[in-house]
């Protein structure tokens, strides 16, 4: 059984870079789903449970999750070095990548081919956010807020944002400042 | 060399600092993950100063999600149409900086306190919160496909494959393309 099986610990911050660089250039459309893979599965540097508890603390941090989670961990094992490490590994390779795509897009921009690509992989990277949302949905329903309360505060942002295009700062810190103090009432009953 | 290091756009040197400091606002504001920043962007990038149209914002997004790695890279892209290598240097410091720091500070202090009523309260509260986003995000990146029945198609069914397959987002994105490509989402 895995579960038997020890946990290791990443040799050097290098190996760490390696590790996560190795991630990055596997995870199209996101990283989470091959960091659960590799960390837990293949790596052995942390449990199942620690791979959650690590996530939802990169969650509820600001900032991109993955990138939280690479600081954290690199952090727990390296201190400031391990950090800096796997936060080099997930980003180098890929934004190299990224920027020759971008700038091969320049060049052929005007081709009608290459514009109707970008327009139906717009499209789809549109349906990829609104997806992922909707498997998320089914978490709201045992959140501490109630129900109702947690549909409205999703719809709310969803209309403020993306129909009235209030600035987010307000937004976060009014809507969200309200929703978090609702929930430190519901808890505390 | 004076377009691939500051654009095409001719742009002057006070656009760096402002990038960088609505970039690193939205970094500290994105609970729930960089994409989520989108919207704001858009509205602060096209609407609000003009430096990209519609359609470069969404195509910025579409190929950071083409490459592999973070969905965070989409920022380096949108700085690299805005203001090329300087734009890309100014929006990635921007989206990392404050919110690593906050993220290596508030890791070392709250490990302990994950328990406690406070944190527990923030999440759920911002649980909603971090949805509604996202699919605040997903409207906003169908602005400049709802003149076309092809790709606003494309985006339902998208949402029916991620939800109920477990195919890889990859595939999608492939078709995407290849259906684009042939004047079908036009």
Same mark, same amino acid.
Not at chain 2, 42 to 50: A, D, P
Not at chain 2, 79 to 86: F, S, Y
């Given at each position: ?93 890929? /934004? ?14 005007? /081709? ?32 501490p807020l109630g129900? /109702?309360p ?28 309200a929703s978090v103090a609702l929930a430190w009432w519901r808890l505390g009953r | ?35 989520? !920043? ?79 009523r406070?944190?527990k309260a923030?999440?759920a509260g ?10 605040? !995000?997903?409207?906003?990146? !169908? ?14 069914? !998208? ?28």
């Amino acid at each position: 059984m895995p579960a038997a099986e020890p946990l290791q610990r990443p040799a050097s911050p290098l190996r760490m870079a390696w590790a996560f660089n190795r991630m990055a250039l596997q995870g199209f459309g996101g990283v989470l789903a091959v960091a659960q893979r590799e960390l837990v599965e293949r790596e052995r540097w942390l449990t199942k449970t620690q791979f959650l508890e690590v996530f939802s603390l990169g969650q509820v941090l600001p900032g991109p999750n993955i990138v939280n989670m690479a600081l954290i961990i690199g952090d727990r094992f390296f201190g400031w070095r391990g950090a800096a490490a796997a936060l080099l590994g997930l980003l180098t390779a890929p /934004l190299l990548i990224v920027l020759l795509l971008a700038a091969l897009y320049r060049e052929f921009v005007g /081709l009608p081919a290459v514009a109707g690509a970008l327009r139906g992989m717009g499209a789809v990277a549109a349906g990829l956010v609104i997806g992922t949302a909707v498997k998320l949905l089914g978490g709201l329903r045992d959140n501490p807020l109630g129900r /109702l309360p947690a549909a409205a505060v999703a719809l709310l942002t969803l209309l403020a944002i993306g129909v009235w295009r209030w600035p987010m700062a307000a937004v976060v810190l009014g809507l969200g400042g309200a929703s978090v103090a609702l929930a430190w009432w519901r808890l505390g009953r | 060399m004076n377009a691939v290091l500051f654009g095409a756009h001719g742009l002057d040197s006070g656009v760096l600092p402002a990038l960088f400091l609505h970039f690193g606002m939205l970094s500290l504001l994105a609970i729930g993950g960089a994409l989520t !920043t989108a919207p704001d962007m858009q509205r602060y990038l096209v609407g609000e100063r003009g430096w990209l149209s519609d359609a470069q914002f969404t195509s910025s997004v579409a190929i950071a999600q083409a490459a592999p790695g973070p969905n965070l890279l989409f920022v380096a892209v949108v700085g690299w149409n805005i203001a090329g290598l300087a734009g890309v240097a100014a929006t990635m410091a921007g989206s990392l900086l404050p919110s690593t720091t906050l993220a290596l500070a508030a890791s070392r202090y709250g490990d302990r306190r994950r328990e406690s009523r406070a944190m527990k309260a923030f999440s759920a509260g911002m649980a909603p919160l971090t949805l509604g986003l996202l699919l605040a !995000t997903g409207w906003v990146l !169908t602005a400049p496909v709802r003149d076309s029945w092809g790709a606003l198609l494309l985006v339902p069914f !998208t949402v029916l494959m991620l939800v109920k397959t477990k195919i890889s987002p990859i595939w999608l994105v492939g078709a995407g393309a290849a259906i684009g490509a042939f004047g079908w989402a036009g």
